[in-house]
């Protein structure tokens, strides 16, 4: 019986092969050196500079964006730091060489000597109280003991100030790394405590020619339009776009085809191209109805209306370039660079200004919009019919020629008698018994002028309001502010000046407008005629944002 059992015991089944568990895109094809790192040639030139130098900084600060890189270049950091090399034999290096056991327990992150935090979820005084007391030993088995604190702008006002003497001070087998999105939020005290590197935001080309690399690597085929359109949405974020990637993937699914750009436009919820030139033709055309049944085609199709909007400025951004002569986007088709040359030629830098903005404009309104697809459909119909408005050089020349306007002589003399003010006018003197003077304060600072006393009459312009003018008495108010001095120095002036004595006092009543009073009375006057012209009128109805800042009124002869 015994014989039996042992003879029937056939041992464990075999158990299926555990399947390998996926890893993201975004996780798979992080940086392992820095030749992968895409986009920062500048900060990995400057690390591998002071590497060789030994000049390395106490502290790390990576800035950026989201998906640039921050936590995986401060990994790499760490890497350089500690490699050892193959042979076991090796310094701190630019290339680190991935196969010793400080580099791979690094990228597998269970480096006992390498310590990650995230400050969002460690805020507070005691989670950096642990670090300091800790950095007092030395690392256990690495070169370095380096500190990589992600998201560091979330910690506590206090937790920044307990770090700070650690951090200008630390132990010379300490490194810190820190990585934030925010840096403006990083007290100054911190910032000048460390070696600063802003990673920039990664190109559309870039991005597009390292997705092309990951799908050649996960065998999948993509057009290169819809690695395109992924790298734009990605907005300079490796990781972004290599998710992005990784649904679009999905999306595909085992149907063939690979990664198509209608299926990630669609994904995304982005309008086609095509679609929106001819949007934007119909709008250019001034053809409403066409332009509103194009707009609800795409709406129906699920495309935002923020996003058609969006579309189009990018558009007439395009044709703006394009008009420059600048180099042609890649990802534009034959057929759209030809549209665009179109538009460049038929369109002048002033309607293409006044397009954005209109466009602009109403991409805002979308947004905070309780109806978004009416507000869209408003914002078009007012692009539409502005274009049908002079631009602002054909309302300077109508308004220049208008048959209405008023003399520039007139409207000053309306504002003000002492508006128009002229050195010439130390020639207007009259005889009286006294001998001669001079007939009105606008001859005095003629004469003053003329004399080169030009601080006096500056004085004079702004500050002067004539209560009295009877040579060789002068009566100034003093009810507002009034230089005490004045009065002395004009009467001495005007005595050198016309050899006759000169009484100039104050009374604490109210004088005429001084000369700089008067003058801006009557550029008031003139911009609140400009402002009632039809014309004016007319445009800033059409442009409720815009503002009258300079004009200029036809001079007329007065008879």
């Not at 982005?270 to 707009?295: E, F, N, T, Y």
Request: net charge negative; charged share 25%; hydrophobic share 45%.
């Amino acid at each position: 019986m015994a014989m039996a059992d042992s003879f029937l015991d056939l041992g464990e089944p075999p158990q299926p092969a555990k399947a390998e568990a996926y890893r993201v895109l975004a996780r798979k094809y992080r940086p392992q050196n820095f030749d992968q790192l895409i986009g920062q040639d500048a900060m990995v030139t400057t690390l591998g500079n002071a590497i060789k130098r030994g000049r390395l900084a106490h502290a790390f600060l990576l800035t950026g964006v989201r998906g640039v890189g921050k936590t995986s270049t401060a990994r790499l950091i760490a890497k350089a730091l500690n490699c050892i090399g193959p042979d076991g034999e090796g310094g701190p290096t630019i290339d680190p060489c991935g196969v010793c056991e400080p580099c791979r327990a690094i990228a597998e992150g269970r480096h006992i000597d390498v310590i990650e935090m995230d400050a969002a979820s460690h805020t507070g005084v005691d989670d950096v109280r642990e670090i300091i007391d800790a950095s007092r030993y030395s690392a256990v088995s690495a070169r370095y003991k380096i500190y990589i604190i992600d998201e560091v702008h979330m910690l506590s006002k206090n937790a920044f100030n307990a770090l700070l003497k650690t951090l200008e001070e630390p132990p010379p087998h300490v490194k810190f790394l820190f990585a934030t999105t925010e840096v403006n939020k990083v007290p100054v005290t911190v910032l000048s405590r460390c070696q600063r590197f802003d990673l920039r935001r990664i190109t559309s080309e870039k991005l597009a020619a390292h997705f092309a690399y990951v799908v050649e690597a996960e065998g999948v085929e993509a057009e290169p339009e819809a690695l395109a359109l992924i790298a734009r949405a990605a907005e300079g974020s490796a990781r972004d776009g290599l998710s992005i990637l990784d649904q679009a993937i999905a999306h595909a699914g085992l149907e063939g085809g690979g990664v198509r750009a209608d299926a990630v436009r669609e994904m995304l919820g982005l309008s086609d191209r095509g679609a929106i030139r001819d949007l934007l033709g119909l709008v250019l055309a001034g053809d409403g109805p066409g332009a509103l049944a194009a707009l609800r085609r795409q709406y129906d199709l699920g495309v935002d209306p923020q996003g058609v909007l969006r579309a189009l400025l990018e558009s007439v951004h395009a044709v703006t370039l394009t008009k420059l002569g600048t180099e042609p986007d890649s990802a534009q088709s034959v057929e759209e660079r030809a549209a665009l040359a179109g538009w460049a030629t038929a369109l002048s830098f002033a309607s293409l200004h006044r397009l954005w903005q209109l466009l602009l404009k109403g991409h805002d309104e979308v947004a905070r919009a309780a109806l978004p697809i009416e507000a869209c459909e408003m914002a078009l119909l007012r692009v539409i019919h502005a274009a049908s408005l002079p631009d602002p050089g054909e309302l300077a020349r109508r308004f220049a020629g208008d048959s209405g306007l008023p003399p520039v002589a007139q409207v000053q003399a309306s504002a003000s008698p002492a508006a128009a003010t002229s050195p010439s006018m130390a020639g207007a003197i009259r005889p009286g018994e006294h001998g001669e003077w001079p007939t009105d304060f606008d001859a005095v600072l003629g004469l003053l002028d003329t004399a080169r006393e030009m601080g006096l009459a500056e004085k004079l312009r702004l500050t002067a309001r004539v209560v009295r003018f009877a040579p060789p008495d002068i009566v100034l108010s003093s009810a507002k502010p009034f230089p005490a001095d004045i009065p002395g120095e004009l009467a001495d002036v005007l005595r050198r000046l016309t050899g006759k004595s000169w009484r100039i006092t104050t009374e604490d009543t109210p004088g005429a407008p001084s000369v700089r009073e008067a003058q801006a009375n009557a550029r008031a006057a003139e911009l609140d005629w400009v402002r009632g012209t039809p014309i004016v009128k007319a445009a800033m109805e059409a442009f409720p944002a815009a503002e009258v800042v300079e004009w200029a009124l036809k001079q007329q002869s007065v008879t």
